[in-house]
T-cell receptor, first 114, second 109 residues
Framework: GAVVSQHPSWVICKSGTSVKIECRSL??????MFWYRQFPKQSLMLMAT?????????EQGVEKDKFLINHASLTLSTLTVTSAHPEDSSFYIC??????????FGPGTRLLVL | QKEVEQNSGPLSVPEGAIASLNCTYS??????FFWYRQYSGKSPELIMF????GDKEDGRFTAQLNKASQYVSLLIRDSQPSDSATYLC?????????FGKGTSLLVTP
């Protein structure tokens, strides 16, 4: 149990376009999901905490209007990178909190903005 | 600021040896402690957790917790080359986790 999926696994887009990444908890319900970003050889950086049915809580320095998060159901959270630029190229990883346990991570999405 | 300190490494150990990974944390409110392993280019995967002071063993892994010293460690016995990865320490409270920057472990054949 505790399987989290992400889609797509990688995406290449042109500068200025928007990209949506989906995070799904496949075998449990997750009231809370998290979005992280990781640049090469850097540590995991929490971007935001996503709560089902309410607005996401963003970490300091993360633009909420650029990184739109929607947590419409107990098994799905989406991250939309709006007007993506090359500096947004990164490894985006979601996690889902399983009640009584801990966070389980999705496999990640590699974004390359040209 | 909830700080989690880990030696970035790389920690190099020969195959078959014991690898010792250490972590200190600043948040005394931390109630649970997790170790994640992250292979290069992959997302983190949970390998161990510990809630109470003392040792907890799971196969080749042993987690040790000392809340008074705000210290948690992970021992890997009989290290294998496949254990080469970055190990992330993550103290937590409720659903929130504070990740350290990780220690890179290299197990040499």
């Amino acid at each position: 149990g505790a399987v989290v999926s992400q889609h797509p696994s990688w995406v290449i887009c042109k500068s200025g376009t928007s990209v949506k990444i989906e995070c799904r908890s496949l075998d449990f319900q997750a009231t809370t999901m998290f979005w992280y970003r990781q640049f090469p050889k850097q540590s995991l950086m929490l971007m935001a905490t996503s709560n089902e049915g309410s607005k996401a809580t963003y970490e300091q320095g993360v633009e909420k209007d650029k990184f739109l998060i929607n947590h419409a159901s107990l098994t799905l959270s989406t991250l939309t990178v709006t007007s993506a630029h090359p500096e947004d190229s990164s490894f985006y990883i979601c996690s889902a909190h399983r009640e009584g346990e801990t966070q389980y991570f999705g496999p990640g999405t590699r974004l390359l903005v040209l | 600021q909830k700080e989690v300190e880990q030696n970035s490494g790389p920690l190099s150990v020969p195959e078959g040896a014991i690898a010792s990974l250490n972590c200190t944390y600043s948040d005394r409110g931390s109630q649970s402690f997790f170790w994640y392993r992250q292979y290069s280019g992959k997302s983190p995967e949970l390998i161990m957790f510990i809630y109470s002071n003392g040792d907890k063993e799971d196969g080749r892994f042993t987690a040790q917790l000392n809340k008074a010293s705000q210290y948690v460690s992970l021992l890997i016995r009989d290290s294998q080359p496949s254990d080469s990865a970055t190990y992330l320490c993550a103290p937590g409270s409720g659903y929130a986790l504070n990740f350290g920057k990780g220690t890179s472990l290299l197990v040499t054949p």
